[in-house]
């Protein structure tokens, strides 16, 4: 079995210490209401998503890597110094809400800088050579975290301090492709005006959301100065499915990267736009998902000698998203799903795809 055969997962359990309380589904607790519920970005959610990669039919073909924290250093290469050192005095304070969605805890900074920390090391591993592709099981998430705001349960953005870190190293030309639930604003934000890091997010067309999430995700938003023409949105209409995401893939996000021709790939890997997602209702399914990672593998394969690096983003159906994933990296390995969709009531024929 070569490298081209594997998958290098990385992971660190810090990642469990963030702990994001109960509420009101994201929220804080109603007084209305007996009983609180858990936040949806829980480390439940990982453990699971662990579990599955570990005992699925895949596990043979995964070689597991631990993680590690970011530094300082790294943080501030797509970070503002004044931001991180907010986050930084936090730390121990109890809890904080930074937006009315994104709770912040003690363990909460010791978890960022796992997440961060282990997608530097999976982005560097595939960017060194030790292996072609990589996934790093991280949260919590980033892709909403802009250089000097969190949102969206993000504080820092990982796949934006990795690339940042790789290009420290070498790398010239990357391509991050999101197909989270939601509109990737903070990565878009942080890479608006380079012409070398093409972003590209497929997301439920929900428009801004306010002050930590002024950014529409419209098709609109083409990035700025050198670099315009290298942001492209893709918003899909709530309820897309396979077929819809599978033709923005084949007729929008391949030609953009072809054209881009980067040295890596990278995929903030969400499975919140499934149909099972509180998040989410896009009823994306698990043929879905597996044919997105084949399509990313494929053109990894193509442009830039396969190296391809998966982060982990959203996915807040505890269970169906670790299944999700778990068909995402089949799709990545070239397999079709071996895992019996359990409750998919809303079986796309076109979602299979090639």
């Not at 109890?94 to 709770?103: F, K, N, Y």
């Not at 050579?129 to 990589?134: F, L, P, T, V």
């Not at 998040?279 to 998902?289: A, H, P, S």
Request: proline share 6%.
């Amino acid at each position: 079995m070569t490298s081209q055969d594997r998958i290098a997962v990385f992971f660190h359990p810090a990642v469990h210490d963030h702990d994001t309380g109960r509420g009101f589904f994201e929220t804080r607790p109603s007084a209305l209401l007996e009983l609180a519920e858990p936040h949806p970005e829980n480390a439940a959610r990982l453990v699971n998503m662990k579990a599955v990669l570990e005992r699925g039919p895949i596990a043979e073909s995964l070689d597991w890597v631990e993680g590690r924290a970011a530094t300082r250093e790294e943080l501030l290469l797509f970070h503002d110094a004044a931001y991180l050192d907010s986050l930084a005095a936090l730390e121990g304070e109890g809890r904080h809400w930074i937006t009315g969605t994104t709770p912040f805890a003690p363990g909460s900074h010791q978890a960022v800088l796992a997440a961060a920390g282990t997608t530097v090391a999976a982005l560097d591993h595939v960017w060194s050579g030790h292996g072609k592709i990589a996934y790093a099981l991280v949260r919590p998430p980033g892709h909403h975290a802009q250089p000097a705001q969190a949102d969206g349960y993000c504080f820092v953005n990982n796949i934006g301090v990795a690339v940042e870190a790789a290009r420290q190293k070498g790398l010239r030309r990357a391509a991050v492709v999101d197909w989270d639930v939601h509109h990737g604003n903070g990565t878009q934000e942080g890479f608006y005006a380079d012409p070398d890091i093409l972003t590209v997010s497929l997301h439920m067309d929900h428009g801004a959301w306010g002050p930590s999430h002024p950014q529409t995700g419209g098709a609109e938003e083409i990035g700025e100065g050198a670099g315009t023409g290298a942001n492209l949105n893709i918003p899909l209409p709530m309820g897309a499915g396979d077929r819809r995401y599978l033709e923005a893939f084949d007729l929008q996000v391949a030609p953009a990267l072809r054209r881009h021709k980067p040295e890596l790939v990278v995929v903030a890997a969400g499975q919140d736009a499934s149909q099972f997602d509180p998040n989410g209702r896009q009823c994306v399914t698990m043929t879905g998902f597996n044919a997105l990672g084949r399509r990313a593998r494929a053109l990894a394969g193509e442009l830039c000698g396969g190296r391809l690096v998966l982060v982990q983003e959203g996915g807040y159906a505890p269970s169906y998203a670790a299944y999700c994933l778990h068909a995402t990296l089949e799709g990545v390995l070239g397999r079709a799903c071996s895992l019996k969709d359990p409750i998919a009531y809303l079986p796309d024929p076109a979602g299979g795809g090639r």
